[in-house]
């Protein structure tokens, strides 16, 4: 009795020191960047500065890491639907691109490079990403773990971006949470114009609702703070809560849920769901010195994509 009593402590003594040491690593590769970091716009292309009163279009889409919300789906099922979303994003031929969930590397999407198959493809854009979930490595579930998580946003510009920073959104987790909580920030992408401010592109993915009301905080004094300065800017992405209720009678309304702003608003097809939860969850917040010239839910049925892409025509004025 004795000895399986001892046999019984070894084990436990065992899967402790497992367990420590795996959250110790968890602690010791914790993704905590600084407030701002400045990010490097790769296959920048030269242009002159944005012209007023001249047509541009931009369009958002998160592509979910093209998993589509399937379990450990097969590597040629991620390199169709990201295949798909290529095609989508061909044919809009937009002159800015906010993408969120791209993943490189990570488990989930078996280990693909997914920033470098867009800019194998979309070889005249510049592009910048940045991580917003980061996870040295994740053992449970202990059927079908998580892994290596490495996921980004990316911004794609046809026209020369003179700067991209990561701007940290705020988390507060308990401890036992932190080490895998989602590292929420804006990608924020800087163009010259020739009226002199500059055009500010803000591509956000918003994952930690527990926090939310403080990350609108931050973006609310960022935009504020932008627009003092006489810029142009465009906040745009999955804000992960519905922005507005839908209307299929209206494509305009005057009450939003959040980010309801002097001198900004929003622009957001109000017909069309934008996820399969029938939320109006992307689309885009401009100051009042954009015209908006167009605004479109491009419906692809969900057919590689837990989200619809939001596209727009905009000028400065």
């Not at 084990?11 to 402790?16: A, E, H, P, Q, W």
């Not at 990201?82 to 031929?93: F, R």
């Not at 500010?200 to 003092?228: M, R, S, T």
């Amino acid at each position: 009795m004795r000895q399986a009593f001892n046999r019984l402590a070894i084990v436990l003594l065992i899967i402790s020191v497992i367990v420590i040491l795996y959250f110790s690593s968890l602690t010791a590769f914790q993704y905590n960047p600084e407030d701002v970091i400045f990010v490097e716009t790769l296959n920048n292309p030269k242009s002159n500065p944005l012209a007023s009163q001249t047509p541009f279009t931009i369009i958002t889409h998160n592509l979910g890491s093209g998993i589509n919300e399937q379990k450990e789906p097969p590597i040629e099922h991620i390199i169709n639907n990201m295949a798909l979303a290529i095609d989508d994003l061909l044919i809009a031929n937009s002159d800015f691109i906010f993408l969120q969930e791209i993943d490189q590397y990570s488990t989930r999407s078996q280990h693909t490079n997914q920033v470098h198959l867009l800019k194998n493809v979309l070889q005249n854009y510049g592009y910048a990403f940045a991580s917003n979930l980061k996870i040295h490595y994740l053992a449970i579930p202990i059927n079908g773990h998580f892994g290596i998580t490495n996921q980004n946003l990316m911004t794609l510009s046809k026209y020369q971006v003179a700067e991209s920073s990561r701007v940290k959104l705020p988390t507060d987790f308990p401890w036992h949470k932190e080490m895998t909580a989602p590292d929420d920030a804006l990608l924020v992408s800087r163009l010259k114009t020739q009226a002199g401010p500059e055009l500010v592109l803000a591509n956000v993915q918003i994952q930690d609702l527990g926090n939310f009301p403080e990350i609108l905080v931050i973006i609310e004094a960022f935009l504020k703070a932008e627009y003092a300065l006489g810029n142009y800017i465009i906040l745009g992405g999955d804000f992960n809560s519905s922005i507005t209720s839908i209307d299929p009678f209206s494509t305009v309304s005057n009450f939003h849920n959040f980010l309801n702003m002097d001198n900004f608003f929003w622009a957001v097809d109000e017909t069309v769901a934008t996820n399969q939860n029938g939320e109006l969850s992307n689309g885009f917040l401009f100051s009042d010195n954009i015209d908006l010239l167009a605004l479109e839910t491009l419906q692809s049925g969900f057919a590689y994509s837990p989200q619809n892409s939001v596209s727009a025509t905009f000028m400065l004025k």
